[in-house]
């Protein structure tokens, strides 16, 4: 028996877009999952997603999925819900982001009934519900952008168009000075 009450996070994810995401990977600082970890996000389907502690400092991780068919498309999700302090959450749909383990430390605190709709993310959420069961409401874009890795010659190929920028003699010479100069001057 605990000395403290079950603190829960659920998502309910409902994904709008043509892909199944699979489990690919987490990292729980603290905390652990209540549904199955290899539940299956189905394309057009709502799923739940649950993850609860009995200890002191709540659940706190990062967990991602790829599409189950070419996995190149990524369900990247950072959330937190310790005992003393509000919870936070943060999602990715489609790129994956730079650092996701940073993104634990980063990602908004949640407020009851906002949408959240950072640019880019492939995703919106809002929390419907805060306290010792957390809820929120995420819901994925049908058109998420696809991750395409830099391949060796995407790298090399980049560095030589940085290189010839940098040798070739700049275009944009003129006799007259900057704005700012010009406003010195006057």
Same mark, same amino acid.
């Given at each position: 028996?605990?000395?403290?009450? /079950?603190?829960?996070?659920?998502?309910?994810?409902?994904?709008q877009?043509?892909?199944?995401?699979?489990?690919?990977? /987490?990292?729980? !600082?603290?905390?652990?999952? %209540?549904? $199955?970890? %290899?539940?299956?996000?189905? *394309?057009?389907?709502?799923?739940?997603?649950?993850?609860?502690? /009995?200890?002191?400092?709540?659940?706190?991780?990062?967990?991602?999925?790829t599409?189950?068919?070419?996995? $190149?498309v990524?369900?990247?999700? *950072?959330?937190?819900?310790? !005992?003393?302090?509000?919870?936070?959450?943060?999602?990715?749909?489609?790129?994956?982001?730079?650092?996701?383990?940073?993104?634990?430390?980063?990602?908004? !605190?949640? &407020?009851?009934?906002?949408?959240? %709709?950072?640019?880019?993310?492939?995703?919106?959420?809002?929390?419907?519900?805060?306290?010792?069961?957390?809820?929120?409401?995420?819901?994925?874009?049908?058109?998420?952008?696809?991750?395409?890795?830099?391949?060796? =010659?995407?790298? &090399?190929? &980049?560095?030589?168009?940085?290189?010839?920028?940098?040798?070739?003699?700049?275009?944009?010479?003129? &006799?007259?000075?900057?704005?700012?100069? =010009?406003?010195?001057?006057?």
């Open positions: 028996m605990s000395l403290f009450p /079950e603190n829960r996070f659920l998502i309910e994810v409902n994904n877009s043509e892909h199944d995401f699979v489990l690919d990977g /987490e990292w729980l !600082r603290s905390g652990e999952w %209540k549904t $199955d970890p %290899k539940t299956i996000v189905k *394309a057009g389907t709502l799923t739940m997603l649950e993850f609860f502690s /009995e200890m002191s400092r709540g659940v706190a991780g990062i967990v991602w999925w599409d189950a068919t070419n996995h $190149d990524y369900l990247s999700m *950072a959330l937190s819900h310790p !005992r003393l302090q509000s919870p936070s959450f943060s999602c990715s749909v489609g790129l994956p982001p730079a650092d996701l383990k940073s993104e634990l430390d980063v990602a908004p !605190r949640l &407020a009851e009934n906002v949408w959240n %709709k950072p640019e880019g993310a492939g995703c919106i959420w809002m929390a419907a519900a805060i306290g010792n069961m957390t809820v929120v409401k995420l819901e994925i874009f049908a058109n998420p952008p696809k991750y395409v890795p830099p391949s060796a =010659a995407s790298v &090399a190929a &980049a560095k030589e168009a940085a290189a010839k920028a940098a040798s070739s003699p700049s275009s944009s010479t003129s &006799a007259s000075p900057p704005p700012a100069a =010009a406003a010195a001057a006057a």
